[in-house]
């Protein structure tokens, strides 16, 4: 497998790009790309990635933060792999592959700076409560919810914490070829929850 | 196959209760419901439905104009037959079948108050225009346009005719179970465009 | 003020044949028609409105259900002034006013077949637990929610009572004509929760 | 007026950060961030920005192509002092004013990489026919249209060309305080059309 070069500043790699695995979810570009935007990277940061999933998220993030570094965490060993095949593929050497389940694994990580959230396992609570522990000053976490309980329970968490957080809906519909017309297919429809200490 | 009384005055007959052929297009619930509202049907008007498909919106238009009749025009077999068997599992005695593509086969029909615009296969413009002048006095001409083609067409049919169409886009996500969490699943997106004579 | 005749079996009455008030909120069309269609209505059911507004579900709902009755439940003496006058500038004959708050005032009133609540005040839970008591069987409730506490709270509710809602959030997009152009205006984006006894 | 740092690589500099004047259009934060992401962007580049408006897009773009350099076009006179303004308050020297109409002032200009149309007075088609004369290779044109003319236009333009335009369609709701409750309030709808040449 080629190495891939993606050479812009912004975010937004295509997801064809990407190695992908059946039942493995990839967060799709344009979620992707107002994710890195709400959790504002800069270099030397360092930044979790919990549920890494596809790794979409980690090879952005990885690529923005350099020399930071982002501790990719799942506990799937397959998503855990296809993480660290992905960030081969883009040439990345400041990955952390962290296989296991948050928050316990957070344990013996750096302090982050970032915090992304894709997968929770329903623990999103204990998650962010051990994230918000260990956050640097100024510190942001996001969450992508595709669930409603995720939605719920995030929104419960900073309700409880007193936090107010920033939440986008976002619809996205991509026209695409289907015969000789053009189709509008949607996306399917994501939360976007920011928390900023 | 038992007959299906569905006893409301409201449209919205849930998408699991039409019998459905892997291919054929459903209407999805949400859409139909407004489909029929732009539409304003009352009993003893005349309808085209042009393109019925699996026929959801025939079957939901009849029982609305009923003793008034619609007009199921379908040049696929598959789907002409399909319409029919929905036609039948609602009870309904008020539906005609066209078997062939419009405009052509409009030719002998009576003259409608309502056209109902689903499939057009690229002669969205010619359809339009024999159901304009077909049309009786303030007939609306309701389009489905899933497609860039069909709204593009309709849009400069309007404008060339110096008509002025009310144009909506509706997105419609619906929390479904997938596993133990509930995710938002998007229906693809859809333009609604009312032309009133 | 003359009596409109809308002549159509099918919801949908434009948003500008309501009279209306500054500050008190209008089911927007395309809103009432989907929530018309969750909620089923037919001839001979006794509705709830609660939190009328302008009274534009009432007006709805009044049509279709006649010679049922619906009971139009809101607290403002601007709002139930507002639902008055659009039950009578639609001729309507079956519409009560009952003038407070959910669910206090509720106490008196026929069981319902149906409940509709736009507006709650922070009182959901205790209005659906009111309701459903009330409800008839094979009754249904739809709550609109505007805000996320309404959808919080209505999820909430539905979980620990064991229900099974059905949730839509809805996103519509109307093209409004702008000078020479035409732009896409977006109507706020709303959830319609319902429940099924 | 004090000089803003923003100092995060990722694009997304919240919409209250800008200086903002009555009547003139601000691209949204969301639908910035996406703009960026599918016009692709890196140190070095020569960028237009046809309609400049407030200046957010030049500024972000500013940000990220530096020591490249962006030529903000705009035609009216308090929209380009807005984004002269704009582009001093986050203390940027690699942005060109340019006053005047596209496609006529683009005369005099360096061959850009990436060309950003958000404003096309109606002439949309000579813009994108003189941009794509003057586009160096691999260059980038995106469109970020909100009224139906921008849109047909546009696609009707890459049609004509033979170009196979990527295109989205953009919802995002974003939670507000409104009293002692959270509303979901829509954003109008954009259409964000990307031609590569």
């Given amino acids: 497998m080629t190495e891939i070069k993606w050479p812009f500043l912004t975010p937004g790699i295509p997801d064809a790009l990407f190695r992908r695995e ?15 935007a709400k959790v504002r990277l800069k270099p030397g940061q360092t930044v ?21 570094r982002v501790y990719a965490i799942e506990k799937e060993p397959v998503a855990a792999a296809l993480t660290w095949a992905n960030a081969n593929r883009f040439g990345l050497s400041n990955v952390e592959f962290v296989a296991g389940a948050a928050p316990e694994v957070l344990a ?17 609570a204990a998650i962010l409560e051990e994230c918000l522990h260990r956050l640097r000053p100024e510190g942001r976490i ?5 669930t409603w309980e995720t939605l719920r329970d995030g929104m419960d968490y900073a ?14 519909a991509r026209l695409a070829a289907a015969g000789k017309s053009q189709l509008w297919k949607s996306m399917n429809s994501i939360y976007i929850i920011t928390l900023q200490v």
């Fill in 48 to 68: 979790y990635d919990i549920g890494s999933g596809t790794g979409s998220l980690t090879v952005e993030a990885a690529r923005l933060v350099n020399p930071g």
């Fill in 22 to 36: 059946e039942g493995v979810p990839l967060t799709k570009e344009e979620i992707r790309v107002l994710t890195m």
């Fill in 142 to 146: 996001v969450i992508n919810a595709v």
């Fill in 159 to 172: 309700r409880e914490r007193g936090l107010d957080p920033e939440v986008i809906n976002v619809n996205v």
């Fill in 108 to 124: 013996g990580l750096p302090e982050p700076d970032r915090v992304l959230v894709g997968g929770s396992s329903g623990k999103l």
